[in-house]
Structure formats: structure tokens, C-alpha cells
């Protein structure tokens, strides 16, 4: 696909992150069947992926997400707990080439192909506006209902 998954540079302001989807996680596919893999398929997409049932990245790794726009570029940015910093940094240099998923549960909502190590941070581009938003709200929807169901109480 298009879309790339890798290291962003600068601090950002962790004030601005919104809470991931208490669903949100990441899984890697391949482009061949594995042992104890599932199938996935991208909506709109007919290749079909395998990947392992559970996530490699969850949402309890995550600080939260931001919108990201430099260079006419639309992405997301993920910063991760500080926690989580060895595993997906390990975890994307092993797999620089590869496809990493964007799931919602078990639900693959946009796949990404990994193009550099990351730690700390990381951000997903290659979208248009639209595009970058239909996932943005996906990665965080259930976190902001949650929060607007904590404050109406």
C-alpha cells in the first residue's frame, strides 16, 4: 500500500493526544499463510493478509494520537508509553519492509507497510484529509465517547 508507518522526529506536545480506542492495537501480516495465523483483508483492498490473532501493539501501549500535517503530508501520530519503547522499537526494526495493520479488535481498518525502526513515537502517512480522518476518528472514538460519558455523569 501507500500508506507508511515510521519514525517521527521533534517532541510534539503531549497535551494535544487523544486517548487511543480501548480496541486499537497493531499486528504484522504477511503476504503468506503462517502457522497460527489468521486471514485479514483490508476493506477495499483483495489481497489477503495472515497475521497472528493478537496484537503486537495495544492500546495500553499507546499515550495517544494526534493529527499530523508537514510538508502537505496528512498523517496520525501515535506516541507510546515510555514502557512500551524497547518492544516497538525491536519490534519495527525486525520488520522494516513489512506490512503492519491498524486494527479495531480483530478488524483491519487501514494496513501500513513499516518503513523505519521507531520508538517513542511514530506517524502514519500517506492520506488524503478525508482518508486521515475516517481513521483518526476510528483510533480514538471509543476513548472520546468514554470521555464525554464520564463528564455527562
Known amino acids: 500500500t501507500s500508506t507508511g508507518c515510521q519514525l517521527i522526529t521533534g517532541g510534539g506536545d503531549a ?3 487523544i486517548p487511543p480506542n480501548p480496541d486499537l492495537n497493531f499486528r504484522i501480516l504477511h503476504t503468506e499463510p503462517c502457522t497460527g495465523c489468521r486471514e485479514f483483508h483490508e476493506p477495499g483492498n483483495p489481497m489477503t493478509f495472515y497475521g497472528l490473532p493478537r496484537g503486537v501493539i495495544r492500546a495500553e501501549d499507546i499515550v495517544g494520537l494526534r493529527r499530523y500535517e508537514q510538508h502537505g503530508e496528512e498523517g496520525i501520530v501515535l506516541r507510546f508509553v515510555p514502557a512500551a519503547d524497547a ?3 525491536n519490534l519495527s526494526q525486525d ?9 479495531i479488535g ?3 481498518v487501514r494496513i501500513s507497510t513499516i ?3 521507531f ?5 502514519i502517512t500517506g492520506y488524503t484529509l478525508p482518508q486521515r480522518e475516517a481513521l483518526f476518528q476510528r483510533m480514538t472514538s471509543a476513548a ?3 470521555a464525554k460519558s464520564a463528564t455527562a455523569e
Open 144 to 146: 472520546a465517547k468514554d
Open 15 to 17: 497535551t494535544a493526544l
Open 119 to 123: 520508538s517513542g513515537a511514530m506517524v
Open 106 to 108: 480483530d478488524e483491519p
Open 87 to 89: 518492544k516497538i522499537r
Open 115 to 117: 518503513q523505519s525502526a
Open 95 to 103: 520488520n522494516i519492509g513489512k506490512q503492519m495493520a491498524v486494527m
